[in-house]
Nanobody
Framework: QVQLVESGGGLVQPGGSLRLSCAASGSIFSIYTSGWYRQAPGKQREFVAN???????NIADSVKSRFPIARDNAKNTMYLQMSSLKPEVTAVYYC???????????????WGQGNQVTVSS
């Protein structure tokens, strides 16, 4: 089995910072593209950022300068550093990864459980 476990969310004041982590565990041969999505109350889930195994990144324009994404391939962990936070980014943040479990076969798409980020004074 493969699991993605997220951490680092919580309540923060406007202007503050948080770092989200997403750690993959289980039977993992290789992690391809991994990324972050978020879903605010009453809205659809939307793309935030992703990063390939070659460390190419793609970040939504709305957060491009404030939410750099990174990954540590040795630890099978991905990070989203969020700074200058505003109330409108309040949402449940989900990590997503394309993971191949074995040297053979195709990769599968896996999701974390979601992590609440609330920006409020």
């Amino acid at each position: 089995q493969v699991q993605l476990v997220e951490s680092g969310g919580g309540l923060v004041q406007p202007g503050g910072s948080l770092r989200l982590s997403c750690a993959a565990s289980g039977s993992i041969f290789s992690i391809y593209t991994s990324g972050w999505y978020r879903q605010a109350p009453g809205k659809q889930r939307e793309f935030v950022a992703n990063i390939t195994s070659s460390v190419f990144t793609n970040i939504a324009d709305s957060v491009k300068s404030r939410f750099p994404i990174a990954r540590d391939n040795a630890k099978n962990t991905m990070y989203l550093q969020m700074s200058s936070l505003k109330p409108e980014v309040t949402a449940v943040y989900y990590c997503d990864a394309d993971i191949r479990k074995y040297s053979w076969g195709r990769e599968g798409d896996y999701w974390g459980q979601g992590n609440q980020v609330t920006v409020s004074s």
